[in-house]
């Protein structure tokens, strides 16, 4: 996938094929949202008037380069989990064992499928905590583009939430299910620090 360019993955994306699908579109927009918040480092980074907030820049540069690296892999990773449970799905059913075979199967995928767009939602929501981390000491011509990495990285977790949930919806193991809700809950609350990043750079841009 990463030597794919932007249109072939979007030509691939639009297709009749069912993988890449959301899963992927929501881990790309988490990528997005990781480029926009490194892009804003760099770009206040060795700036004498934001010197004194260099160090966290720094930091929080280091961090969403990796999580965009992340990111990118649970793209890929996400059509490998779909497939899975398509594949599962396929399996012969004629018989008690056979179906007996193909229902731990399918179980089985759907804990997979589930994991991907857990683990996106988990990415989404550091690539926002660390958008609010720079507004204070961002270079001011880009504050606009935090806000933009808040709403990608927030696409983003919205979508992995859907797309955890409609795997849950599948699982027959009621305690694996409870936990799984639970630890997307955690992850959810991301969602209204988005929102409030989004909120406090319009008010700045604004006056």
């Given at each position: 996938m990463l030597d794919q360019t932007v249109g072939s993955w979007l030509d691939d994306l639009a297709s009749e094929a069912p993988a890449p699908?959301?899963?992927?579109?929501?881990?790309?927009?988490?990528?997005?949202g990781a480029g926009l918040v490194a892009m804003v480092c760099n770009l206040t980074i060795g700036k004498p008037r934001y010197a004194e907030h260099e160090?966290?820049?720094?930091?929080v540069l280091a961090a969403v380069t990796d999580l965009r690296a992340q990111a990118v892999q649970l793209a890929a990773d996400d059509a490998i989990a779909f497939s899975a449970v398509?594949?599962?799905?396929?399996?012969?059913?004629?018989?008690?064992?056979?179906?007996?075979?193909?229902?731990e199967a399918i179980q089985a995928a759907l804990i997979g499928a589930a994991d991907v767009p857990m683990r996106t939602a988990a990415v989404a929501a550091s690539i926002i905590?660390?958008?609010?981390?720079?507004?204070?000491?961002?270079?001011?011509?880009?504050?606009?583009?935090?806000?933009?990495?808040?709403?990608?990285?927030?696409?983003?977790?919205d979508s992995a939430v859907i797309n955890v949930e409609i795997n849950l919806g599948a699982m027959k193991d009621a305690a694996r299910r409870?936990?799984?809700?639970t630890e997307l809950a955690k992850h959810?609350?991301?969602?209204?620090?988005?929102?409030?990043?989004?909120?406090?750079?319009?008010?700045?841009?604004?006056?």
């Open positions: 699908g959301g899963g992927a579109a929501a881990a790309m927009n988490a990528a997005v160090p966290l820049m720094r930091r398509t594949d599962a799905y396929k399996l012969p059913k004629d018989t008690d064992a056979e179906k007996a075979a193909r229902t905590e660390h958008s609010g981390q720079i507004i204070d000491g961002a270079n001011v011509n880009v504050l606009s583009d935090v806000a933009v990495a808040a709403a990608s990285a927030r696409a983003a977790l409870d936990a799984l809700r959810a609350t991301a969602i209204d620090t988005a929102t409030a990043v989004v909120t406090t750079v319009r008010e700045r841009i604004n006056g």
